[in-house]
Every structure is written in C-alpha cells, then in structure tokens.
C-alpha cells in the first residue's frame, strides 16, 4: 500500500542552526509532495508544495527537495528561531484520485535556544 | 480569511452515546475530510466527501458515519461511542480540480470517551 514515513524521533538543534527533516515514500510514485506545520493543540497548516518534475522548492527560509530516485523529500529550515518548534507534516496526492491525501506521522522539531 | 470551524474544541462523552462533530467551511470548497490523529500514528483518513450528498469510506470508517447536507457543512457522527474512538479530530477541506490540493484544516476537537 501507499505509505508515507518520517522520522518519528524529535529533532532537537539551537537556535541559528539548519533544521533538515526527512519525508521517504514506498510503493508509489507521488505527482508532488507538500509539507504542512501543525503546532500543539491545532490543526496543521500548509507550507509549501513541490512537484515530481522539480528539484527544489524555497519559501522565506524553507527549502523542500525532492529526490524521485531515493523516492525522499527532505524539508530544511534555514537559521532556525525558537518559533520554529512545532510538528512538520509530509503528504501526497493518493494515486486513487478524488483529491485524498496520504500523510506521515510527523517529525517534532523543537529549536532551543 | 479563509476559514474551516468545528463545532467543539473540547468534549467528553460515555460509552454508548451518540456523538456529533460538526465542520464548517466558508470556502465553497467542494472536498471536505475527516481524520482522526492519534500519537503515533499520524492523520488518518475516517471519510470524504467531494460534493454534497456525496461521500466515501477512507482508510478508517468502522464505527463512523458522515453527513453532508450542504455543501459548506460535513458533519461525523459516531453512533455508538467507544473508549478506543477517544482522540483529536480534524475536519479539512480543498478544492477540486486545483493542481496542488491544499487542505485547509480546521483547530480540532478533543473527544475524550469514559
């Protein structure tokens, strides 16, 4: 079946650092994949999106990759702030259609700082 | 701003009640989305709908039924409530045919089941 992993450990680093969180993919081939933030309490918010056909993807200071062959995408946060710690989310389209989407479990990031 | 809004943010219920959820979106959108995320185990999908009276089973419905009368309103009902349906509920919604399928979710309901 279509599956989606990330890194359920918590990821911890200081504040100004780079924050490089991992999103792998098995048995299908996602047309894009998107990353969302969820803070405590809330629901998650979309952050960025990035397609089969592109390398990379930057917003502000977040940049998404997407590597077909490794069938990964890795999602960093560039000089990270205190404000940056919540659950980052992975999903993809459902081959299936009817516009569902798949998602990881999360990585929890918490900058210190 | 666009907006996604549930009913309750917090709710205790018995074993053997009948609960509702209720989800409202003032997008127009036509996708609207049930999950339940538990530690763990990340968002998963209990059901869909992509237009009104329209809906389907996604990866969890057992115990779960839905409604969705009017297009901006989806609502999920558990008929007979069990402690293991105790978690945080999340309602979505997007659009249809848009290329990238944002969903927009709402803040959660918390359902504790005694």
């Known amino acids: 079946s279509q599956k989606i992993e990330q890194n359920s450990e918590a990821l911890n680093i200081q504040e100004g650092k780079t924050a490089t969180l991992t999103c792998n993919y098995t048995n299908y081939s996602p047309a894009y994949l998107q990353w969302y933030r969820q803070d405590p309490g809330r629901g998650p918010v979309f952050l960025l999106l990035?397609?089969?056909?592109?390398k990379e993807k930057r917003k502000e200071r977040l940049k998404v990759t997407f590597d077909t062959t490794l069938k990964q995408s890795l999602f960093h946060i560039t000089a990270s702030q205190p404000a940056d710690s919540a659950t980052y989310l992975c999903a993809s389209l459902f081959s299936g259609g009817y516009n569902k989407l798949i998602f990881g479990a999360g990585t929890r990031l918490a900058v210190h700082p | 701003d666009v907006k996604v809004t549930q009913s309750s943010r917090y709710l205790v219920k018995r074993t053997g009640e009948k609960v509702f959820l209720e989800c409202v979106q003032d997008?127009?959108?036509?996708?609207m989305f049930w999950y339940r995320q538990d530690p763990g185990l990340g968002l998963r999908l209990i059901y869909f709908s992509y237009d009104v009276k329209m809906k389907e089973k996604g990866d969890i419905p057992e115990g779960y039924s839905v409604s969705r009368e009017k297009k901006e309103r989806f609502s999920l009902i558990l008929e007979s409530a069990s402690t293991n349906q105790t978690s945080m509920y999340l309602c979505?919604?997007?659009?249809?045919?848009?290329?990238?399928?944002?969903?927009?979710f709402g803040p959660g309901t918390r359902l504790t089941v005694l």
């Open positions: 990035i397609r089969e056909n592109e």
């Open positions: 979505a919604s997007s659009l249809s045919g848009v290329k990238n399928n944002e969903q927009f």
């Open positions: 997008m127009d959108h036509e996708n």
